[in-house]
């Protein structure tokens, strides 16, 4: 599947439950002083999220141009020592403004990589929060994942697109490329290296940060998540070199 069948193929399967789709929004933020370059799917969300700004649909999916070189998300200082880190990327997102939550991000994340993309399920880890109960109740009662590929974290499981303003816990699914590369299965402490990859993240936005680091709760609770294009395009052409995609062999040829 050469990556912009991957990208249509995410994007059409989020149209199809119901989301709007929304084009990519600009690499530097507008009146955002808080970020130089967009790092992530939500930013140009970030004041729906807050209930600062409305939109008439209350669900979306979009292809975000990221650049990943400072700040709280810094990527520089990886590329050319891993094979699944760049400072430009492109982020899959679906994200959802009060409509849904933690149960329908979970069925959707998993009806998209193992029946849209035919992901093999025994390749596949989950990681979630440590205090949240629930989502670890949703993979393992709901989606019947199995509990030895589930691990707990902390930090690495409640993300922020910076020091300030929306976040949340989240849940991430792994894929394992397999055991000739280095790398330890999702644990806290330990380096996944390019063996288990993050792929996808299920971020649910709870609360916003203020500049004291006090969390309040955001007028609703929202979903927001993100996919790297080059990361899930390697794992449909059967690499686990990001620079062996057709995003990049042309280019480097």
């Not at 149209?15 to 799917?41: A, C, R, W, Y």
């Not at 993240?201 to 609770?221: A, E, I, T, W």
């Amino acid at each position: 599947m050469q990556s912009s069948e991957v990208r249509k193929t995410f994007l059409d399967f989020f149209v199809q439950k119901g989301h709007k789709e929304v084009v990519s929004s600009g690499l530097v933020p507008i009146n955002d002083p808080t970020l130089m370059f967009s790092n992530s799917g939500m930013n140009q969300f970030k004041d729906v999220f807050l209930g600062t700004e409305k939109v008439d649909f209350d669900k979306a999916t979009s292809s975000q141009k990221c650049v990943r070189a400072g700040g709280k998300h810094n990527d520089l200082d990886n590329v050319g020592f891993t094979l699944r880190h760049h400072t430009f990327f492109e982020m899959l997102g679906n994200f959802s403004f009060g409509d849904y939550f933690k149960e329908q991000a979970i069925e959707l994340a998993w009806e998209l990589l193992t029946e849209k993309f035919k992901l093999d399920k025994d390749k596949l880890w989950v990681t979630v929060h440590v205090d949240d109960k629930e989502s670890e109740d949703i993979w393992l009662n709901k989606i019947k994942f199995p509990a030895e590929r589930l691990s707990r974290l902390n930090e690495d499981n409640f993300w922020s697109m910076g020091d300030t303003g929306p976040c949340g816990p989240c849940s991430e699914i792994f894929y394992d490329h397999g055991e000739n590369l280095p790398g330890d299965a999702p644990q806290e402490g330990l380096d996944t290296g390019d063996r288990f990859v993050e792929i996808y993240n299920l971020v649910f936005m709870q609360y916003n940060r203020d500049h004291n680091g006090k969390l309040s709760n955001l007028p609703k609770q929202c979903v927001d998540t993100g996919m790297g294009l080059e990361r899930i395009t390697a794992v449909m052409q059967n690499t686990s070199d990001n620079y062996e995609t057709d995003i990049f062999k042309e280019i480097i040829n």
